[in-house]
């Protein structure tokens, strides 16, 4: 830790990698993590991240300009590989030589590519076992999901999932799922990563495009407000506790709501009817492929979410959040966020230092 003309430094091998100033990243979240959200991020001296797979390749290709007009700082992008137009995007991702692509779900078959310009490949794991896997196959660092995280923790909460994965590998981690401020910062150094990754808390910054409605909901839960199953998106996930999330538990297998999301997921993805159904089988071909009632779901909760975050619907719509949310208390600036977890991590650990005989 260090002091540059006033400001607090934290340097860790995630800083001395992707060459930026706060061990800290904006995770990739779906239709929030926007051009004006990354560009904050990354101008406040974190790690902006895109998220594309709600992108055709056009869309991903603009957007990466846009972020290049709006910060000169290093930024990546997000894919899920299992999802349609995954190596579409990846290859403009490659194109565009984005300097840190970040993936989920697949195998990473474009890492000597990245490599080729100096880009760095970074996965996200959730199972202690699949981060050593993820380094055998190139990977520079890895993202650690925890299960209080939004949408798809495993079983293994954070406290226990980062030292299991830091004894197991040796490249910087970035610690997910429950980390809103300093103290989580320092807490998640102590464990063995190399700094955070914050979802839900930057859901709620001036910058978010997140609906205001759902912002104040965030901003009113308790850690007790959120809620855990399958049925949001076909796979286990944590999405904010909305009188439609937990009708969704109860109710059946979507049938009429799956059609209808499935059209949506088209329309927007600008895939012809033939595309879309040659995506729909190799998604479930894929080694870590869903089956169909998987994608009828991810189908009506893309639907949902969208409700969530353009219309503010707060009866018909859900929104991925993690249990952090019991923490946030305010909707601050980017910056005013970034650099308060910074003096509360001091704080923090100066606190820990203080312990000692």
């Known amino acids: 830790m260090a002091k540059d003309e006033g400001i607090i430094m ?18 990739g979240m779906n239709w929030i993590t926007e051009p004006a959200l990354v560009s904050a991020v990354c101008n406040a001296g974190g790690l902006g991240i895109l998220a ?23 930024f990546g992008v997000n894919q899920i590989l299992v999802g349609p137009g995954a190596k579409e995007n990846i290859a403009v991702a490659i194109e565009e030589k984005v300097p840190i692509i970040n993936y989920s779900l697949g195998k990473p078959w474009f890492v000597n590519d990245v490599h080729a310009y100096g880009g760095k490949v970074v996965g996200t794991i959730a199972i202690a076992r699949h981060a050593a896997k993820a380094v055998r196959l190139g990977c520079d660092a890895l993202v650690i999901t925890g299960h209080e995280a939004a949408a798809h923790g495993a ?4 406290m226990v999932l980062i030292p299991i994965v ?3 590998v040796d490249v910087p981690l970035i610690a997910a799922g429950g980390f809103y401020d300093g103290r989580g910062l320092a807490a998640a150094l102590a464990l063995g990563a190399d700094g955070i990754s914050m979802g839900s808390r930057f859901m709620v910054v001036k910058e978010s495009m997140v609906h205001e409605n759902f912002k104040k909901l965030c901003i009113e839960a308790t850690e007790q407000d959120t809620v855990y199953d399958n049925v949001f998106d076909g796979m286990d996930g944590r999405v904010l506790k909305t009188k439609e999330a937990e009708a969704m538990m109860k109710r059946g297998f979507p049938l009429v709501e799956a059609v209808e999301g499935a059209l949506l997921v088209k329309r927007l993805m600008n895939l012809s009817f033939a595309k879309f ?18 994608l009828a779901r991810q189908a009506v909760g893309n639907m949902k979410h969208l409700k969530a975050l353009n219309e503010g619907d ?15 208390q305010d909707n601050p600036t980017t910056k005013e966020l970034i650099d308060r977890v910074i003096r509360e991590a001091e704080d923090a650990l100066a606190k820990l230092n203080s312990y000692r005989a």
């Open 166 to 168: 830091a004894s197991m």
């Open 10 to 27: 934290f340097k860790t091998r995630m800083t001395q990698m992707f060459g930026i100033e706060h061990p800290i990243m904006l995770a």
């Open 277 to 294: 159904v040659g995506v729909s089988i190799e998604m479930l071909k894929a080694e870590e492929g869903h089956p169909l009632m998987v």
């Open 52 to 74: 594309i797979a709600r992108c055709n390749p056009k869309e991903t290709r603009e957007n990466i300009r846009q972020i290049r007009k709006m910060t000169d700082k290093p």
């Open 155 to 158: 079983a293994a909460t954070s």
């Open 314 to 328: 707060v009866e018909g719509g859900i929104l991925f959040a993690g249990q952090c949310c019991g923490g946030i």
